[in-house]
């Protein structure tokens, strides 16, 4: 079946959607369903997300990708990527897809690439009508997350001078104070044609500290009894693999780590088969769709 252009509503804004609906199914059926989530300042044409909806699509299950709060061509600030509103928008996104009547309402995972895999994570963690989630190279505490990714003294100097600098702008200028993408998150040369055409470049200040304070690690443990899969590059260019080990330890059961060594942090948008056998399997124990087919 072709997409479907959606908007639905997320906290005063209007956010835009895809949903597809897996050929076959049949009027009236139903089936369990994903909603897809993009990378930090990307949307939902990246191939991060877009892959994933093609395979979720060739297994049964019906698809929603949509564009977080400020991106893409959803509503919202531009750059002003707030961690705890994107959770919101996640789980208004989860109300609105629940409704489609060729899905099974109780039966709808997240699945997220980096900053959308916290967002997955987080949302599990605090509304229990998450069913399942997946994170591929996501993190779990933000200030850690970024020492790693600014490891020496004077990188951490300078990230550290940034959040200081930006204290109290919003107040005294009526402005944003606007930082650089890879002030905030480096990216190595080489990945970043990964990056979706018109990904966000300029951040307000207010995203990097809501970025700082946001803890996956704190709620994980409360998706306890419904199924988590945390997939990593054991050496990330990106994000510290540690992020998805310690979320790990602190998860209930049943929770699965697989770390990847041929990979790096944009795994989906590599099609790694290995990635996709694993996420198979697990697919096939937790959460089956009523009609699979292996062919991805």
Known sequence: MPDTNVTFPSDGFKLAGVVRVPEGVQPGERRPAFIVMHGFGSNMNSNNVLEPCKMFEKLGYVTLRFDMPGCGLSEGERGNIICLEQVAAASNALTFLAQHPQVIGDRIGMIGSSFGAAVAVYCAGVDKRVAAAISSGGWGDGERKFRGQHPTPEAWKKFSDMLDAGKGH???????????????????????????????EMFTWDTVRSMVDFRADDVIGR???????LLHSSIDSVTPTEQSIEMFKRSKSPCDLHLFAETDHFMFAESNTRVRSVIFDWLEQYFPARAQSKAA
């Open 170 to 200: 919003r107040e005294r200028t009526g402005k944003p104070m606007m930082v650089p993408r890879y002030d905030i998150v480096p990216i190595p040369q080489h990945l970043r044609n990964n990056l979706s055409n018109n990904s966000i």
């Open 223 to 229: 998706a306890e009894g419904r199924p988590i899969l």
